[in-house]
């Protein structure tokens, strides 16, 4: 816990991760229902919404979003409010808490999947680069083996820090594996020199991509630093807006990845 009380963690709460409140949404037939908006009132008022991913859950955490002891549930689809509404009592303890809620809707097959590959390109980076160009084939074969009736895109944020020979490259969302193979064949290892990199000019052109609002929506994080101490809360915030958008971001801590780079991934 020790680096946790440096200054280039302000900015970012400390989330007791265990405490989880995981609202699980399904349709009549019992099956889960993805892209459904799950609203949390508080006693006090306070509202927070968020829409299902594809296992039909949205994911709170009482201390990070100020819970409370109770909130009632309700939850909409396809903007109508489904006839329901349920009281839920929050439990003190660290544990994780799963509520399941059973609407009248059916739900509709997915159709589309949007995949950012935010990727480090500093020096340090050299294997885990050249490691995702021979292996972008595989995984995205994979994910269409798996589903042969999704449309799959990919969008590229390779970035490095501010003195670098660039901050940032973004190659924008393309369903054409050949033309996004040789974004990230054109991308070479270099640059860094200082631990810190420019994580939050990376997550910021992320989460500004253009998403389809239809489409189940994850960023690949590959990296081994943290952004600088000054850019953490900017860094935070995008994850926030990420959170916001149903995004999911899926971090990979590289080789030689330190326990500040850990925790703020």
């Not at 050299?126 to 589903?147: A, N, T, W």
């Not at 991308?187 to 910021?204: C, F, I, L, N, W």
Request: proline share 5%; hydrophobic share 40%.
């Amino acid at each position: 816990d020790s680096f946790l009380e440096n200054e280039e963690f302000d900015g970012v709460p400390r989330v007791d991760t265990r405490r989880v409140l995981t609202i699980q949404v399904e349709d009549r037939a019992g099956r889960p229902l993805p892209f459904a908006n799950v609203r949390l009132t508080c006693g006090d008022g306070n509202q927070l919404t968020l829409a299902t991913t594809a296992d039909g859950t949205a994911v709170f955490f009482p201390e990070l979003d100020r819970l409370g002891a109770r909130v009632a549930v309700s939850v909409d689809y396809r903007s109508r409010r489904e006839p329901m509404s349920r009281s839920v009592v929050i439990g003190r303890t660290s544990r994780a808490q799963i509520e399941t809620v059973r609407t009248e809707s059916l739900a509709s097959p997915i159709r589309n999947f949007d995949l950012a590959l935010v990727v480090d390109t500093t020096g340090s980076m050299s294997d885990e680069l050249e490691y995702l160009k021979v292996e972008l084939d595989s995984i995205l074969g994979g994910l269409r083996e798996e589903h042969p009736n999704v449309d799959i895109r990919v969008a590229l944020v390779a970035y490095r820090d501010t003195t670098d020979e660039y901050i940032t490259r973004t190659f924008s969302f393309d369903g054409d594996v050949s033309t996004m193979r040789g974004h990230l064949s054109r991308q070479r290892a270099s640059g860094g020199g200082d631990y810190p990199e420019a994580v939050e000019q990376a997550m910021a052109r992320a989460v500004a991509l253009d998403w389809r609002e239809n489409a189940v929506r994850s960023i690949l994080f590959v990296a081994d630093a943290p952004p600088h101490a000054e850019d953490v809360a900017t860094t935070w915030r995008s994850a926030e807006v990420a959170r916001a958008k149903r995004i999911q971001i899926v971090p990979v801590g590289a080789s030689g990845v330190g326990p500040e780079a850990e925790y703020m991934m």
